[in-house]
């Protein structure tokens, strides 16, 4: 059961960090093409 925990949080630990990675790297994309010379 402990073991199945630790796992869990593991998992929702890089979930967490693979979302964050993402919503960042669109935000900058975004911003790019905001501020980009026409």
């Known amino acids: 059961m402990?073991?199945?925990l630790i796992l869990a949080a593991?998992?929702?630990a890089v979930l967490?960090?693979?979302?964050?990675?993402s919503a960042a790297k669109?935000?900058?994309?975004?911003?790019r093409e905001a501020t980009?010379?026409?």
Do not use: T
């Open 26 to 31: 669109a935000e900058a994309d975004l911003w």
């Open 36 to 38: 980009a010379e026409a």
């Open 10 to 12: 593991v998992a929702g």
């Open 16 to 21: 967490f960090v693979v979302r964050r990675k």
């Open 2 to 4: 402990k073991k199945l």
